[in-house]
């Protein structure tokens, strides 16, 4: 039995953003890079902060917090970058997602993870896979798809993303 469980157990890279601990699946993510100043892009929405080089592949680097509809992403010596992989739209999509820090990995077995809150998150419950208690409080498990998969649908060029940027002063 010992065996069964341990095998339903899934790793997640832990993180701050705008000040509060989140996590993704860790098979979700690539690599963490420190953090680089991205090539700003004309025409995209404000949570997309540019594109950076990855090897000869061009990525977005998305402001997580801008795009869960927190605060804008402060850059400090802490700031990462997470690589990331999502399905989206049927694709398999890489991208740089800001964090404030790294924090650790956690290793989380079904009877860990509790529903997502229906309400009083800061992000939309559709977002959430679910939510950890921890020593420090609870941690919120993302859905990357779904967090992402909105408006990442809406790129350059369509009308969503184009009326996005607009509103952005």
């Known amino acids: 039995m010992a ?81 990331v992989e999502a399905d989206l739209s049927g694709e398999r999509s890489t991208m740089g997602l800001l964090a404030d820090a790294v924090s650790e990995v956690l290793e989380l077995g079904p009877k860990d993870v509790e529903p997502p809150p229906a309400f009083g998150t800061p992000v939309p419950p559709e977002y959430l896979r679910g939510a950890v208690r921890t020593e420090d409080g609870f941690v919120l498990l993302l859905d990357l798809e779904r967090a992402l998969a909105s408006e990442l649908d809406a790129r350059p060029g ?12």
Do not use: C, N
């Open 3 to 83: 065996q069964t469980e341990s095998a339903e157990r899934e790793q997640y890279l832990s993180f701050t953003l705008a000040g509060a601990p989140y996590a993704v699946a860790i098979l979700r993510v690539r690599e963490i890079l420190q953090y680089a100043p991205p090539t700003r892009v004309p025409s995209v929405p404000a949570w997309i902060r540019g594109v950076m080089d990855l090897r000869g592949a061009v990525i977005p680097v998305v402001d997580l917090g801008l795009k869960l509809g927190l605060v804008e992403t402060a850059i400090t010596k802490r700031t990462s970058v997470l690589v």
């Open 158 to 169: 369509a009308d969503a993303g184009a009326a996005a940027h607009e509103a952005t002063p």
